[in-house]
């Protein structure tokens, strides 16, 4: 069992940079593959990106390639996103979890079991 909390998240402009991070608790992080969701009002929660335990293998949705950056410091028991070149429609509650599930996919929300509590992250222009 692990508990996540998210921070981080906060107002900007367009066209600014957010750094998320996510603190576990305990001495199990670095045996977990680790994830970004975002969820938006009446919307499913949907991945991100994803990273594996030891951050050999990253996942980027096409929207944030180029754009956002997935990094983990396993000593420290954190996990970040740093968000560049925001956009309006990054708008959205941004959730740190824990993969729990080894489905096909690893990086889809079905595999994640441990959740935090998320972090608001809001683009105006």
């Known amino acids: 069992q692990v508990q996540l909390v998210e921070s981080g998240g906060g107002l900007v402009q367009a066209g600014d940079s957010l750094r998320l991070s996510c603190a576990a608790s305990?001495?199990?992080?670095?045996?977990?593959?680790m994830g970004w969701f975002r969820q938006a009002p009446g919307k499913e929660r949907e991945v991100v990106s994803a990273?594996?335990?030891?951050?050999?293998?990253?996942y980027y949705t096409d929207s944030g390639k180029g754009r956002f950056t997935i990094s983990r410091e396993n000593s420290k028991n954190t996990l970040y996103l740093q968000l560049n070149s925001l956009q309006l429609e990054d708008t959205d509650v941004y959730y740190c979890?824990?993969?729990?599930?080894?489905?096909?996919?690893?990086?889809?929300?079905?595999?994640?079991?441990?959740w935090g509590q998320g972090t608001q992250v809001t683009v105006s222009s």
């Open positions: 979890a824990a993969r729990v599930r080894y489905g096909k996919r690893w990086y889809e929300v079905p595999n994640y079991g441990y």
């Open positions: 305990g001495r199990t992080f670095s045996s977990y593959d």
């Open positions: 990273i594996t335990s030891r951050g050999a293998r990253k």
